[in-house]
């Protein structure tokens, strides 16, 4: 059964910074790509940063010089490092697999880690 646990969020002031995690298990992570997603209320889960299996990124254009992605296969984790924090980013956070972005997201979403940027 695969299963992603996201972990990290919190409360954080605007221009503060956090570091999210994703744990998976039961895939062999090191073969997928993984990208962090994020549902902000009323709206609909968009992908903000993708790692492939070869290292590539990518980030949405509302997040790109801000928050950084990477992983450790060793560990099957992703980490989304996220700086200069706007409320706009007040969402909850999610992590999936892919093959290919145009396939999208291959598995069950796990519960997500609540971020708020508030004053």
């Known amino acids: 059964q695969v299963q992603f646990v996201e972990s990290g969020g919190g409360l954080v002031q605007p221009g503060g910074s956090l570091r999210l995690s994703c744990r998976a298990s039961?895939?062999?992570?090191?073969?997928?790509?993984i990208g962090w997603y994020r549902q902000a209320p009323g709206k609909q889960r968009e992908l903000v940063a993708r790692m492939s299996s070869g290292g590539s990124t990518m980030y949405a254009d509302s997040v790109k010089g801000r928050f950084t992605i990477s992983r450790d296969n060793a560990q099957n984790t992703v980490y989304l490092q996220m700086n200069s924090l706007k409320p706009e980013d007040t969402a909850v956070y999610y992590c999936n697999a892919d093959r290919t972005v145009a396939r999208g997201p291959l598995y069950s979403w796990g519960q997500g880690t609540q971020v708020t940027v508030s004053s």
């Open positions: 039961g895939i062999i992570f090191s073969i997928y790509a």
